[in-house]
């Protein structure tokens, strides 16, 4: 489990976006809410208010990225399985 099966997901979770939203720009537009959220959580983050609204946003605009999330998931266990080792 390696990166490049983090990226085959994410790539899998993208095509099925294209073919869900038929909007122009659905996935851009989705890109630049995520990275404007991010960037409010790196100014915001000792505020823990703002910043647990803006963590829920985050998840929200994320949430189409399933294949993502678990390859990710499946990612970190077997990485901490390795450091205990």
Partial sequence: ?????????????LEELARKHIAIGFILTLREKLDKNIERFELYRNDPKYSTKIKRKIKELASPFHRLHAALHEYRLHSSNREEC
């Fill in 1 to 13: 489990m390696g990166p490049s099966h983090i990226s085959e997901a994410f790539a899998a979770d």
